[in-house]
């Protein structure tokens, strides 16, 4: 077994008090910036009345009691499972969030589909070129790729394809298609939901839609797949087992593929794995850029406004998607190499 009980029950322990730190401080720190919550959830009233009003709504969050106590009594809150109601939109956080998140992660996993087939495939043939014009040009476009800013090429792209193609798709699906097609959202993730429903003019229009602001994330895990498969494959290349097979007189594809890239993955996976859970920030930049739906067209929607509940709601989530992503990350090259214990 490459994952051990004693792994689990400490990376539990401390994801826990991980998660408490940030539910507190992320609580105390918005509480505490300009603006009044109390002020908003009443509706924003003006008039003799509009102080009882906002004191009454200061008392309905809960607001007039002292900063420990709010502190409290939202952490235990937010560890039963509830996360409270957003003060601008006054729904559930959790269903705010839900919906967001699923746009986020489709663009994600999108996005390194594209990035890390690119990347590996640039990244191998660079190293069987080491050396060569191809590599250095390869070596410099990874570094390129990997340290480009996410919202400037978001813009220069939306920029050429207006100008070229005239693109308009912003947004993640045509609503009038939508309702024409009787499109309804089962999981969340567009993509599969329309092929669960056989609707494939919704797939080609949330696909066409979701590829521009993909490329863009993609650039980053493309920079990073080609250095670190350039730089492992190359390695392995070098290893007695493959100048065994190639003096065997082994197919060159199978030299490649199976023994010296086979060595790669377990490195290469926890490396792609991390920088998944790195790029969630990248695509929430992207999704506003591009007017997407999803966690940062949220974020951005309530900045300034006070919503400490779905603020600290993001805060959370984006927590547990980094903690669940690096144990996962160390699991699969556990399970993967069984020279890894956990």
């Known amino acids: 077994m ?25 609580y105390i720190i918005i509480i505490s910036a300009p603006g009044d919550p109390a002020k908003i959830w009443a509706g924003n009233p003006r008039g003799e009345k509009a102080g009882l009003a906002i004191q009454k709504a200061r008392e309905e969050l809960g607001l007039d009691q002292p900063l420990p ?3 409290l009594r939202y952490t235990l809150q937010v560890l039963s ?5 957003s003060i601008v939109y006054r729904v559930p956080v959790a269903e705010v969030i839900w919906r967001g998140l699923t746009a986020t992660l489709e663009l994600l996993v999108v996005s390194y589909i ?26 410099s476009l990874a570094i390129l790729l990997a340290n480009a800013p996410s919202f400037w090429l978001g813009i220069g792209l939306i920029i050429l394809l207006a100008e070229t193609i005239g693109f308009t798709g912003y947004g993640r699906i045509d609503t009038y298609l939508m309702f024409q097609t009787g499109f309804h959202p089962i999981t969340g993730f567009y993509l599969l939901d329309a092929l669960i429903e056989g609707n494939l003019p919704v797939f080609i229009d949330v696909f066409l839609r979701i590829l521009p602001p993909a490329i863009v994330v993609a650039t980053y895990p493309i920079g990073l797949g080609l250095r670190i498969s350039r730089a492992l494959v190359a390695e ?10 190639v003096a065997w007189g082994v197919e060159r594809r199978i030299i ?15 490396i792609m794995g991390l920088a998944f859970a790195y790029s969630l920030v990248d695509a ?3 999704e506003v850029v591009f007017g997407r739906e999803g966690l940062g ?9 006070s919503d400490y509940t779905l603020i600290t709601g993001l805060m959370v989530t984006v927590t547990i998607f980094y903690i669940i992503m690096n144990t996962l990350a160390d699991i699969l090259q556990a399970i993967i190499d069984p020279r890894v214990k956990l």
């Open 69 to 71: 106590i709010q502190v």
């Open 297 to 305: 067209s949220i974020a951005y929607s309530v900045i300034g406004k």
């Open 114 to 139: 594209i990035g890390i087939s690119i990347g590996v495939f640039l990244g191998v043939e660079s190293a069987l070129r080491r050396g060569s014009r191809f590599d250095s040009i390869m070596q």
């Open 2 to 26: 490459p994952v051990s009980l004693n792994y689990l029950v400490k990376r539990v322990f401390w994801s826990a008090l991980i998660i408490i730190g940030v539910i507190m401080l992320s």
């Open 256 to 270: 490649i593929w199976k023994y010296a890239f086979r060595g790669a993955i377990p490195s290469l996976t926890q």
């Open 236 to 245: 392995n290349l070098n290893e007695e087992y493959v100048r065994a097979a």
């Open 284 to 286: 929430m930049i992207v």
């Open 81 to 85: 499972g509830n996360m409270g109601v």
